[in-house]
């Protein structure tokens, strides 16, 4: 299930996390994903009592696949920023950096955004203390298929480092299509049984859009 390779770390706050999850699960090059509070002072925050946090999304990335940059261009395209309305602390967008060149990055993404866009009330901070999210909310579209996920024995440490788990969480929900399922199956190592239910379920969704 898990995958070996040199990762960085990347966080953003964009909406409901379920969604992000899905998103970035079943992009190349993410490598694994979990979601969480992060961005506040609160100590030990938790979903009923999220304090002054803000549901983030954590992707540990390879940047030989997916640049930072690319991540920047798909944080812009995948939601709802505040340009209207005043979005609650729990969904801030809102971009934690985890070094010097993600910030200047960052920065130079929101300058181009907004020259496009106009004001924007998205967030550029340092990374801080990341809260996991309560089990039920991690994979949350894959946690949805009992059957499958007893069958892959992902237990609850799993469900946050897992790859195969990421993926799963996105194609299900029709993210990254079947297309570029067909071309990893063979290294996801699932059943036949498996990647039918799989295909069944991406077929379904596809192009769909994501809920949360
Ligand atoms: N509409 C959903 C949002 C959940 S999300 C993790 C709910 O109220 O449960 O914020």
């Known amino acids: 299930h898990d995958v070996d390779t040199p990762t960085q770390k990347a966080t953003f706050g964009m909406g409901c996390f379920w969604s992000n999850d899905s998103l970035f699960g079943a992009t190349n090059g993410v490598v694994r994903t979990r979601v969480g ?3 506040g002072t609160t100590k030990n925050p938790h979903y009923r009592s999220i304090g002054d946090h803000t549901e983030v999304i954590e992707l540990h990335f390879d940047p030989k696949v997916v640049s930072f940059a690319d991540l920047l261009d798909m944080f812009w395209a995948n939601h709802e920023y505040g340009l209207t309305t005043k979005l609650k602390r729990q969904y801030q967008s809102l971009i934690l950096y985890h070094d010097d060149d993600q910030r200047a990055q960052a920065e130079g993404s929101y300058r181009e955004v907004e020259r496009r ?11 801080g203390p990341f809260y996991p999210a309560e ?4 994979k949350y579209r894959l946690q949805g298929h009992k059957d499958l996920c007893k069958s892959l024995g992902l237990d609850s440490a799993k469900l946050q480092t897992s790859h195969l788990a990421a993926r799963l969480n996105g194609y299900l929900v029709g993210v990254g299509g079947m297309n570029q399922f067909e071309k990893e199956v063979a290294k996801l190592g699932l059943s036949d049984e498996q990647a039918e239910y799989v295909r069944r379920e991406l077929k379904r969704n596809e192009g769909g859009g994501l809920m949360c």
């Open 37 to 39: 509070y992060s961005g």
């Open 117 to 127: 866009m106009g004001p924007l009330r998205t967030e550029i901070a340092p990374a």
């Open 135 to 138: 089990d039920y909310h991690q």
